[in-house]
């Protein structure tokens, strides 16, 4: 625990000299109290911190998972704590959920889903599980269907027994509410960390950003244009950070989490997110598996916050 807190302290301190150093550049430093060290949430960019809130029991900055932890993420930066505890509710659970029923989909996980099962037009509720490749079985879940619609099912049930039964047709659907967008702004929201952890203050503060952090803070409020593309087959371990050169029109950092490519602007961009989603999604139907090609160089997968372009005014 000592450790991990002296490691939040040197994050801080290194976080909050980059960002002197960064307002410093653009005729800024005015706009944090001299003599300390300030940090502010990349997030959301409203509240500054001073180092003493690390030491509190219960810290207002906390420690961001990029991706999120649940699909094997690691720690990239400190987030003030109602932006963490808001990414939760509003977008990763969408995102969970959505790889969970992929997951099971795929017959890649054992863990069963709640769906409904049609038979004759009646309904009844249950576990749906996937056994080996090609087997399945429903199991009811008494609390979730009345006596009436149970014995009817079972009555639909019997008229597919015996030598001369018809064919079954039956339709389940898995009863797992998904916000598709929001589960797609939890990737967006992820590739942004990371960029900031590469890059750090100098890249965040590019007016195109606005939008995504307004829309982090209120998804009802603001819409983002698609800038997250899905790969089916990719790798679910691979982290990369890509910078697009060519073709000319789809320059971009791109940010591989897995499965998602998410495109952000390069740095110093003066494109708006609808310019950049439009050079690479256009007309793409996003229901549907995205193959691009590009040429770039790929930069190194941080392990922590490095602010490679506030380094350089702070040489």
Known sequence: MVRRLETRKTWFTDGARALRADLRARGREDQLPSGEDWYACPLCLTTIFRIEVLEEPDSMLTEEHAPPAWSGGTVL??????CNSESGRLFDGEAHKQHT????????SSEPVR????VDGVTTYGDWHVTGTTGMCMFGVPKANNRATADLMT???????GPDAPDLRFTITPRMRINADRARTSWIRAAYIVAFARFG???IAQPA???MRRHFKDPASVTLPILSMT???GDPTRREIWIIREPTERRCVMVVLGQHRVLLPLPDDNRSLEDLSHAWVGDHDITQP???SANGVQFAWPDKPMYSLDRLSMN
Do not use: I, Q, S
């Not at 009555?155 to 597919?160: F, H, N, S, T």
């Open 101 to 108: 029923l992929g997951r099971f989909l795929a017959g890649e």
């Open 290 to 292: 995205a193959r691009f």
């Open 155 to 161: 009555e639909a049930m019997d008229r597919y027994v």
């Open 201 to 203: 203050w100098r890249y």
């Open 209 to 211: 950003l606005d939008l």
């Open 115 to 118: 769906a409904a099962f049609t």
């Open 231 to 233: 790969h089916p087959d």
């Open 77 to 82: 930066a400190l987030t003030c704590k109602p």
